[in-house]
Antibody
């Protein structure tokens, strides 16, 4: 069974860059789940797709994040990463990594990132 | 961007009864819709994709229907473990993928 695990700092200062890594283990890549992506959920709110990267390395980002997002992958380490720059308190959320096709089949457990000085 | 609207925001149903949750897309998404269940402190879990296909391991009491702009998730006989928040998500036209705001299913 495919497993995903987020890691990274739980506290980031305003204006700095949030950096998270997702490590993938188990299972195997299939044609139906050939993207790795990030989704976030502010406290007591709904789900927001941040962006994804395809198996071939093409990136797709949510326009709402206005160019602050970078997603990259290191296939040799079975890891992919999220960088979100110029963070504010509005970026405080649980961040989930996912492996997906159109639907989001596989999710990490999520990691809470708080933006605060 | 396709806007997904779920109703109601909160649904109160007694165990053993049927629950019907709605999701509407701002434009046609064909059948490219998924439903997720989220319990407190947990990641969302895929229930339904393709509007009506149950994901692996999902009980038959969960069913999805609809196409175009209007979709429904039905839970035929509510069990205690079904009380949670449910989200719909479109994957017809992306980026961005978009989710509804969620329906909280609570015990009546």
């Amino acid at each position: 069974q495919l497993q995903l695990q987020e890691s990274g700092p739980g506290l980031v200062k305003p204006s700095e860059t949030l950096s998270l890594t997702c490590t993938v283990s188990g299972g195997s890549n299939s044609r139906s789940t050939n993207y790795w992506g990030w989704i976030r959920q502010p406290p007591r709110k709904g789900l927001e797709w941040i962006g994804s990267i395809s198996y071939s390395g093409i990136t797709y980002y949510n326009p709402s994040l206005k160019g602050r997002v970078t997603i990259s992958v290191d296939k040799s380490k079975k890891q992919f990463s999220l960088k979100l720059s110029s963070v504010t308190a509005a970026d405080t959320a649980v961040y989930y990594c996912t492996q997906h096709g159109g639907r989001f089949d596989y999710w990490g457990q999520g990691t809470l990132v708080t933006v605060s000085s | 961007e396709i806007v997904m609207t779920q109703s109601p925001a909160t649904l109160s149903v007694s165990p053993g009864e049927r629950a019907t949750l709605s999701c509407r897309a701002s434009q046609s998404i064909s059948g490219n819709l998924a439903w997720y269940q989220q319990k407190p402190g947990q990641a969302p879990r895929l229930l339904i994709y393709g509007a009506s296909t149950r994901a692996t391991g999902i009980p038959a009491r969960f069913s999805g229907s609809g196409s175009g702009t209007d979709f429904t998730l039905t839970i035929s006989s509510l069990q205690s473990e079904d009380f949670a928040v449910y989200y719909c998500q479109q994957y017809d036209n992306w980026p961005p993928f978009t989710f509804g705001q969620g329906t909280k299913l609570e015990i009546k």
